[in-house]
């Protein structure tokens, strides 16, 4: 079972412009969803984080959309540019409890190409 | 470098062999999970330590695979008996009670 759902698998944008991703969700449980950024040969950094009490927050050039009631939330990445090409992975866990792991449930990522 | 550090960053075995990985995570945090990445994927979480007790297991770690925290530091995984199945990317990530996981930076198991 796919917790998080994410899409598309690969994407190309050109420089400048704006890149989307979105991730769907199953689990009305989790109350946390960070976006990671991952080059080859790397771990995942964290790039933008949101909890659901908010719908949109932006950092510097990536905003989260965040749609509670279609549990569903997105990657926007604004002025794209050639340094951004990656992968981007979505992901969901569950903090409300105060107790557990905390552990991350990831979409299965999307490579992004962003072309000059 | 206070980041997450793993060693060794890449490790070639023979099926049938055992493989041990080590993992620094950044000093105060507490909390350190094991993940593992196969091609074309997203991490899927193996284990969790709050200091040096072990306190979630996922279905995904066989018999065949051990992980320990003594005394609350570094951190090891081991796997024994390796298969061909088990060649993929080990994560170890670290953090404080809330928010953030920090990720180092992977060490690539190949198993012949």
């Known amino acids: 079972q796919q917790q998080v759902k994410q899409s598309p698998q690969s994407l190309i944008v050109q420089k400048g412009g704006i890149s989307i991703i979105n991730c769907a969700y199953e689990n009305t449980a989790f109350d946390y969803f960070p976006w990671y950024q991952q080059f080859p040969g790397k771990g995942p950094a964290l790039l933008i984080a949101i909890r659901p009490d908010v719908s949109e927050k932006k950092e510097g050039r990536f905003t989260i959309s965040f749609n509670k009631s279609a549990k569903q939330f997105s990657l926007h990445i604004m002025d794209s540019q050639p340094g951004d090409s990656a992968t981007y992975f979505c992901a969901a866990s569950m903090q409300h409890s105060g107790a557990g792991s905390y552990q991350l449930t990831f979409g299965k990522g999307t490579k992004l190409s962003v072309i000059p | 470098d206070t980041g997450v550090s793993q060693d060794p960053r890449h490790k070639i075995t023979k099926r049938g062999q055992n493989v041990t990985f080590r993992c620094d995570p950044i000093?105060?945090?507490?909390?350190l999970y094991w993940y593992r990445q196969t091609l074309g994927q997203g991490p899927e979480f193996l284990t969790y330590f709050q200091n040096e007790a072990q306190l979630e297991k996922s279905r995904l770690l066989s018999d065949r695979f051990s992980a320990e925290r003594p005394k609350g530091s570094f951190s090891t995984l081991e796997i024994q008996r390796t298969e061909q199945g088990d060649s993929a990317m080990y994560l170890c990530?670290?953090?404080?009670?809330?928010?953030?996981?920090?990720f180092g930076p992977g060490t690539r198991l190949t198993v012949l």
């Open positions: 000093s105060e945090h507490n909390r």
């Open positions: 990530a670290s953090s404080l009670a809330l928010g953030e996981q920090f």
